[in-house]
């Protein structure tokens, strides 16, 4: 049980930890490639020492010190036959993406996790394994974990995919450099374009045309050194706390603002937040930036359509946000939202419920009116850790204590959180 109580104003500059999606692809990327890889700033929450602990199953000799990784590659042909069952914990992103990578390989291995992997859906990534040749099988024919998987002997497929995934797009890609011919996906939305800037960086020939990305089979992927931006998705947290308590200035430094996540900045742009963004770099093809935000008086907005994808892991925060702006704020064509690690709508509308928001779920979003004052509650992350951040945040501005039950479902994606969130009370 973590009590959080209402600040006065948040003040200072922290430095976000390293972003989850990149730090899970430069481990995973520098594993299957021909040389060493050092990384920067690699992310240590749960998720991705998840990713970790399933490469050295299969040989590959990964020394980390904090947020500093070596992965010694042994080129994708290296990888070993995992002896046992491969465990990714609560890690979506290492479940599905390694679902493709497995599939190109001439043995058998099964994937696992927690209950909350248990009840998400795998079918996504296993359909477009199976038209490219994989044996691919699990419980309700490949829907749901533990997943079995028997690869290699790979083909070729353009698929055009229902959802707009980057898991899903990451998956039939790193299948498809182990496919005869020509992998090519389509998307309904663009999705989130880390793993195609990683896979260039690490030498490999990677066509883009709007929503479209295309790999050639038989590609080796070369060692490089990797520095990873901050999560942009964990920065949100803070950039909301920064425009809605009352008196405060923020700055976050080594944000990535890459264009395909970068939504929240719209968002708050749109609103009316009093944000800059400065010294704006390119670091492994990736858009890095500094970010300041202090109190805003905020206006309600529409969010929807193509902006979703490019905000899907924010929209807790987001609702938060809205509860303190001035009339409706609408979300919708976030359906993808029920299907992460809890039922994000349901989540977020009862536990801000709780703190009398004026909130209501909606078949795919919610409806929220503000601005609205909250109230101190017993709320819960639910084992989500970015419901659990959004009501911590919470927490700073309602009349009354908040008590968040489970927030070590925080550790996944932000070990420093509640660290942070102090140092910036205290504006230290």
């Known amino acids: 049980m973590e009590t959080i109580m209402k600040a006065n104003k948040l003040q200072g500059s922290i430095t976000i930890p390293g972003d989850k999606s990149i730090s899970h692809r430069a481990v995973m990327f520098g594993s299957i490639a021909e040389g060493t890889t050092h990384i920067t700033n690699f992310l240590t929450g749960a998720d991705c020492l998840s990713t970790i602990a399933c490469f050295k199953q299969m040989g590959v000799n990964i020394k980390q010190d904090g947020a500093s990784v070596v992965v010694e590659g042994l080129g994708i042909d290296g990888l070993q036959e995992p002896s046992r069952l491969l465990d990714v914990g609560n890690s979506g992103t290492t479940f599905r993406l390694m679902m493709g990578l497995l599939a190109g390989r001439p043995y058998h291995s099964v994937l696992s996790g927690d209950e909350s992997i248990a009840k998400r859906p795998m079918n996504r990534v296993s359909i477009p394994l199976l038209k490219m040749g994989a044996s691919v099988d699990g419980r309700s024919n490949g829907t749901y974990a533990p997943i079995s998987i028997r690869g290699g002997n790979l083909n070729g497929i353009t698929y055009t995919s229902p959802v707009a995934s980057a898991q899903v797009k990451s998956a039939i890609l790193l299948a498809g450099i182990q496919a005869t011919g020509v992998t090519t996906v389509h998307e309904p939305h663009l999705s989130r374009n880390h793993t195609e800037n990683m896979l260039e960086s690490f030498g490999v020939e990677v066509k883009r045309d709007g929503r479209s990305v295309s790999v050639k089979g038989g590609q080796k992927l070369r060692a490089i050194n990797v520095e990873v931006p901050g999560d942009i998705s964990s920065a949100a947290f803070f950039l909301v706390a920064g425009a809605i308590v009352p008196d405060s200035t923020i700055t976050l430094l080594n944000v990535g603002i890459n264009q395909t996540r970068a939504g929240i900045l719209d968002v708050l742009e749109n609103m009316g937040a009093s944000l800059s963004i400065l010294n704006r770099r390119i670091v492994n093809q990736e858009e890095v930036a500094d970010l300041t935000i202090k109190t805003s008086k905020l206006t309600g907005s529409t969010i929807k359509g193509d902006m979703i994808p490019r905000l899907i892991d924010e929209i807790p925060i987001i609702a938060l946000l809205a509860t303190q ?54 709320v819960s992350s639910l084992g989500d850790h970015r419901i659990g951040m959004m009501l911590a945040i919470a927490g700073c501005i309602t009349e009354g204590k908040v008590e968040l039950a489970m927030p070590e479902a925080i550790k996944v994606s932000y070990p420093e959180f509640f660290e942070h969130l102090k140092q910036l009370r205290t504006g230290s």
């Open 325 to 378: 702006a001035n009339g409706r704020t609408v979300i919708k064509d976030a359906a993808e939202l029920k299907v992460k690690e809890t039922n994000r709508i349901d989540a977020v509308v009862d536990e801000l419920q709780k703190l009398g928001a004026s909130v209501t779920a909606t078949n795919d979003g919610m409806v929220i009116d503000g601005p609205t004052p909250l109230h101190g509650a017993a």
